[in-house]
């Protein structure tokens, strides 16, 4: 039985979870990854950056088609369980690779930040970003609206992750 609802709530919730949904394979870890969550006009998506049990590492993507979606759901009834998922995966050229390594390299040798929200700003409509990073000795996970000057600790890892996909972002 299919899942209905006339909830955008709900089909904001499901999109994330279906976003967030990468099938690994046996040995491989997620090394980083990024997502954003706009508003209902947007096309939530997630990127992952995930190392093989050989070494290779490789880039994933998977995005919510809301444009299909929303022009099939006219009546404003929504199908939870037929969300339109756009899915890419690439392995990172070797350029890329050497400079992942060199960024995570570097944080893995400072101390970061609890978080990287900044709880001083007001935003009433807008998207909401998520990056995380697995090092060696710690698991990182930040989500903000609006970020704290941070953020320029991960930029050239979030810059090299949503270079792999310009033409869906």
């Given at each position: 039985m ?7 709530t ?32 947007g ?9 093989k ?20 759901w ?9 969300l ?11 350029a890329?690779?050497?400079?992942l390594?060199a ?23 807008g ?43």
């Open positions: 299919e899942r209905l609802s006339n909830d955008i709900a089909v904001m919730k499901e999109a994330e979870t279906e976003i967030e949904r990468f099938d690994l394979k046996y040995g491989e870890k997620i090394m980083a990854y990024f997502s954003e969550m706009p508003t209902i006009g096309f939530p998506y997630r990127i992952i950056v995930v190392e049990p050989d070494g290779i590492i490789y880039s994933g993507f998977r995005q919510w088609d809301t444009a299909h979606n929303i022009s099939q006219t009546a404003g009834i929504y199908n939870l369980d037929r339109r998922i756009i899915t890419d995966e690439k392995i990172l050229p070797e890329d690779t050497a400079i390594k960024e995570l390299l570097k944080l893995e040798q400072i101390e970061l930040p609890e978080n990287i929200h900044n709880e001083k700003a007001i935003v009433l409509d998207s909401e970003w998520k990056f995380g990073v697995s090092l060696a000795h710690k698991n990182i996970d930040y989500t903000w609206k609006t970020p704290t000057e941070d953020i320029n600790l991960f930029i050239p890892i979030i810059e090299l992750m949503r270079k792999q996909y310009p033409d869906k972002i």
